[in-house]
């Protein structure tokens, strides 16, 4: 019965390659996020959607596309995988403007 | 920019050993002020949210209090189960975007 749920959970793969990583989350929020967490445990928001609908998309490279098929799940995919990365990504959801509930993040690490 | 801003970077405490840890914003239009726990390997998890200067709330050994500028995390008697990484964030904008901050990891001595 985990809330928010992301796979996988690690992600070891070569520079340039494209991977996905999934979410989903049984809480019935309406909005879902994706955040980059660094080296150094900084905490950045890359993308938001809520009902569908990307409504944050803070300054990514566009190698990042979002996608978000329902309510319940948000995808990301990365293309040609570069070394700076690497770095866990955690999916989060909640209701518009209520606190937001992470998944326990997928771990990429760039060769 | 927004920005928000924890100290001390890192802190040590004995058991029962009560303390503070801080966090400044620099948030325009600020919607509410966050207080996360991490624990490695292991995504954040919501404690509490404080929305007006003087506000304060309480979870156990935790109480969290909000000013025009800083919020601040009480820990009254920690244990070691306390020890884990607090994130700090400040949410802005009608889409709710959280600012967070380094974060203070958190190590209590049995």
């Known amino acids: 019965d985990t809330a928010v749920s992301q796979t996988p959970k690690y992600l070891v793969t070569q520079m340039g390659n494209d991977k996905s990583i999934k979410c989903e989350q049984n809480?019935?929020?309406?909005?879902m996020y994706w955040y980059k967490q660094d080296s150094k445990k900084f905490l950045k928001i890359m993308f938001s959607?809520?009902?569908?609908?990307?409504?944050i998309n803070e300054t990514v490279p566009n190698r990042f596309s979002p996608k978000s098929p329902d309510k319940a799940h948000l995808n990301l995919h990365i293309n040609s995988l570069e070394l700076g990365d690497s770095a866990v990504y955690f999916c989060?959801?909640?209701?518009?403007?209520?606190?937001?509930?992470f998944g326990d993040g997928t771990r990429l690490s760039i060769l | 920019e927004d920005q928000v801003t924890q100290s001390p970077e890192a802190l040590r405490l004995q058991e029962g050993e009560s303390s503070s840890l801080n966090c400044s914003y620099t948030v325009s239009g600020l919607r509410g002020l966050f207080w996360y726990r991490q624990d490695p390997g292991k995504g954040p998890e919501f404690l509490f949210t404080?929305?007006?200067a003087g506000e304060e709330k309480e979870k156990e050994r935790l109480k969290a209090t909000l000013t025009k500028k800083e919020s601040f995390l009480h820990i009254t008697a920690p244990k070691p189960e306390d020890s884990a990484t607090y994130l700090c964030a400040g949410s802005t904008g009608a889409n709710s975007k959280l600012t967070f901050g380094k974060g203070i990891t958190l190590s209590v001595r049995p």
């Open positions: 809480l019935g929020h309406d909005t």
């Open positions: 959607y809520n009902n569908k609908e990307l409504i």
């Open positions: 989060a959801s909640s209701l518009r403007g209520q606190p937001q509930h």
């Open positions: 404080l929305y007006s």
